[in-house]
């Protein structure tokens, strides 16, 4: 019996999502190419009270470095990195849209390939509605397991769940950017192993082709 109740308890509480006040977490990732000589700039409307989260990453492209900015509603200078390979910032959000720059006008050769995560907390979150799925709990009082321990359960392991998810994705990033790190430097290796050989090479070429010549020119000096 108390199980049935239980189950009807989770029932109305999964048609009510709207009004139950999970704890919002928006994560979004995104990856992309800046041309040498160029700037790239994004926007995130946000709202009051909410918490904006930005994590970057140069994946690929010379130094692995990049300008970055990051811009308040109001024009103001929040964040302001030059030439990093990465970065994480955490800022307490106003109404409005807020702007952050990735700037690769420095380098004039190389083109960098970013890897950013934005995280943002508390965006969705409607104070008066927290507390409507109340209503619909009367005569329940009864229960050993209480609505609202079921509800800090649930968000405990959403929120874990969700910073599990971000790990993970963080963790491609650094294996993205490693590997390209490691195929760069086969390159190079490869390259200056051919320049080596082609200089040893050559230069036995050159040996033999002197010794030729010398002992050629012993031979014609004799009566």
């Known amino acids: 019996m108390g199980?049935?109740?239980?189950?009807?308890?989770?029932?109305?509480?999964?048609?009510l999502q709207g009004g139950v006040g999970f704890t919002q977490s928006v994560d979004?990732?995104?990856?992309?190419?800046?041309?040498?000589g160029h700037k790239e700039c994004f926007f995130q409307p946000m709202k009051k009270d909410a918490t904006l989260e930005i994590e970057y990453q140069v994946l690929d492209g010379a130094s692995l470095d990049v300008d970055f900015t990051l811009l308040s509603p109001y024009g103001?200078?929040?964040?302001?990195?030059?030439?990093?390979?990465?970065?994480?910032?955490?800022?307490?959000?106003?109404?409005?849209d807020y702007q952050f720059c990735f700037d690769n006008t420095f380098s004039r050769m190389y083109e960098k390939v970013i890897f950013f995560e934005l995280i943002l907390d508390h965006i969705n979150e409607e104070g008066t509605d927290q507390e409507d799925w109340k209503n619909y709990i009367i005569?329940?009082?009864?229960?050993?397991?209480?609505?609202?321990?079921?509800?800090?359960?649930?968000?405990?392991?959403?929120?874990?769940?969700?910073?599990?998810?971000?790990?993970?994705?963080?963790?491609?990033?650094?294996?993205?950017?490693?590997?390209?790190?490691?195929?760069?430097?086969?390159?190079?290796?490869?390259?200056?192993?051919?320049?080596?050989?082609?200089?040893?090479?050559?230069?036995?070429?050159?040996?033999?082709?002197?010794?030729?010549?010398?002992?050629e020119d012993k031979r014609k000096s004799r009566p």
């Open 139 to 215: 005569g329940t009082d009864l229960l050993d397991m209480k609505l609202e321990d079921i509800l800090e359960t649930i968000n405990s392991v959403k929120g874990r769940l969700t910073k599990s998810v971000q790990l993970q994705t963080l963790l491609k990033a650094f294996e993205a950017r490693d590997r390209n790190i490691q195929e760069n430097n086969y390159d190079r290796v490869n390259f200056w192993s051919v320049v080596n050989l082609v200089v040893m090479v050559t230069v036995s070429v050159i040996q033999v082709y002197m010794l030729r010549n010398l002992f």
């Open 76 to 96: 103001d200078v929040l964040i302001s990195e030059a030439r990093q390979s990465d970065g994480v910032h955490t800022v307490e959000t106003v109404d409005g």
């Open 3 to 15: 199980k049935d109740i239980v189950l009807l308890l989770l029932s109305i509480y999964c048609t």
């Open 28 to 36: 979004n990732d995104f990856t992309f190419s800046l041309p040498a």
